[in-house]
């Protein structure tokens, strides 16, 4: 038995303002997921993206106590190219998001920002710079 990667799960304080800010980079969230302790929306290759509201994890793990403030986990999305990555910092931020990183050309090869999810959990947006 080889136990095999299936999903990634974040904590999260606001259930409906992490499906709100997800929903807004495209990952597919059932209708009502902000109103439920636990949903999941499917990523490629088959992994899905758990969110899990911390009143939920109480209900498992009674002595849980939730961890302090900022981010304990990040994601990387590839975007379409370098104007994407640029285009999605600016929607997130003029929505409220908190950025981390203005995008910048990075020396590996990359156009490079990061976002703050509403857990202060990093969003890395990225693309190759040799694309158009």
């Not at 080889?2 to 929903?23: E, Q």
């Not at 409220?96 to 995008?103: D, V």
């Amino acid at each position: 038995m080889t136990p095999r990667f299936d999903a990634i799960g974040l904590l999260v304080h606001d259930m409906a303002a992490s499906v709100a800010f997800y929903r807004r980079l495209g990952f597919a969230f059932p209708e009502g997921a902000e109103r439920e302790g636990h949903t999941e929306a499917a990523l490629p290759g088959g992994l899905r993206l758990m969110l899990d509201s911390e009143e939920t994890v109480r209900s498992f793990l009674p002595g849980f106590e939730t961890p302090g403030p900022g981010g304990r986990a990040s994601l990387a999305l590839l975007c379409d190219g370098p104007g994407e990555v640029d285009a999605v910092y600016e929607e997130l931020t003029a929505a409220g998001y908190h950025g981390e990183a203005k995008p910048w050309d990075a020396v590996w090869g990359q156009r490079y920002a990061v976002v703050h999810d509403p857990d202060g959990n990093g969003v890395d947006l990225f693309a190759p710079l040799n694309r158009p």
